[in-house]
């Protein structure tokens, strides 16, 4: 590698760092963990992330939104073909294919779900929590796969404990995005129908349905906090599950899995607030609570090598 091409990638992996920091900042903390020689492909992969979770929220029509997802799906088919393709996150992706075993798959499967959900129908809702389940695997714990592939992970038992903490993560991301989600498009995406049907969302015209969420004085109805509990719960059930795996996970699989601690913490942060996620203290420092006291948590977890 010349000059140049070493001046470039050491830029285009600055730009993935920022952009984790900016976009990501709980996992950014995660990610300062991990051993020196894994982060960058660490950091390249959430920052691929971040690039196909926010195209369809920067765009002013979805229609361009949904462009951008395929312009990486065209950018990832030209990776995975050796080509240089100009963007930052694009660059450092394919140092982190040419330098890690990492999977083709995952990649897709990422993006895959991210184009899918793009082109739903406009009034469609989900039908259960396990459809939000397989989106949150797709999505979140993907990025947990690949990640310990790049740290020459190889083990059944990290996988299992990584979907969980996916799911978890996918879940709790969904259910803290519902105030902005309802404020730019005035509706609720990602709740189920039959958890919004069971208490009292759910409002059927003709064939269409659309999730309502009621308001007194007091802020929205307790239906919306009910749902968003039973869902939490089912995001709680999947950390214990990965916990339980943890005296099998490999040693140097731990780190690669902290994302369970935010998880964790956004959580336990729902339900001192009654699962009222318009509450504004949710929104403050990380999940909710101080920035200092979250990295002392992440520290101490890093430390004793739990997740």
């Known amino acids: ?80 073909s050796g080509k240089l393709v100009e963007h930052p996150v694009a660059q450092s992706l394919s140092w982190v294919i040419s330098n890690h075993r990492i999977s083709k798959h995952w990649l897709k499967r990422s993006l ?88 009292g969302l759910l409002v059927k015209e003709g064939e269409r349905s659309e999730i309502r969420v009621g308001t007194s004085e007091m802020g929205p109805s307790g239906g919306l906090a009910d749902a968003v509990f039973e869902v939490a719960s089912v995001a709680s059930a999947h950390l214990r599950k990965a916990r339980e795996l943890s005296g099998t996970v490999p040693g140097d699989a731990n780190r690669v899995l902290l994302p369970a601690v935010p998880a964790q913490v956004a959580l336990d942060e729902l339900e001192k607030r009654k699962f009222d996620v318009f509450d504004s203290r949710l929104s403050k420092g990380v999940h909710g609570v101080s920035p200092l006291w979250y990295q002392l948590k992440l520290a101490w977890c890093a430390w004793r090598n739990k997740f």
């Open 1 to 80: 590698m010349n000059g140049g091409s070493s001046k470039s990638l050491k830029a285009a992996f600055s730009y993935c760092v920022q952009q984790v920091r900016t976009y990501d900042y709980h996992h950014y903390l995660c990610l300062l963990h991990l051993p020196h020689a894994s982060r960058k492909a660490a950091f390249a992969l959430r920052a691929f992330n971040i690039e196909t979770s926010r195209a369809m929220d920067l765009a002013s029509d979805p229609k361009i939104g949904l462009m951008r997802l395929l312009w990486w799906q065209e950018a990832l088919n030209r990776i995975h």
């Open 112 to 199: 895959d779900a991210r184009i899918a959900d793009a082109n739903r129908d406009e009034g469609f809702i989900p039908g259960s929590i396990g459809e939000l389940e397989k989106y949150a695997e797709d999505t979140q714990s993907t990025l947990l796969y690949l990640t310990l592939q790049a740290n020459g992970v190889q083990s059944t038992v990290a996988d299992h404990a990584a979907s969980h903490i996916g799911k978890a993560s996918g879940l709790v991301l969904l259910l803290k995005s519902i105030p902005h989600h309802l404020n730019r498009y005035g509706k609720i995406l990602y709740l189920p129908a039959d958890v919004a049907d069971k208490h």
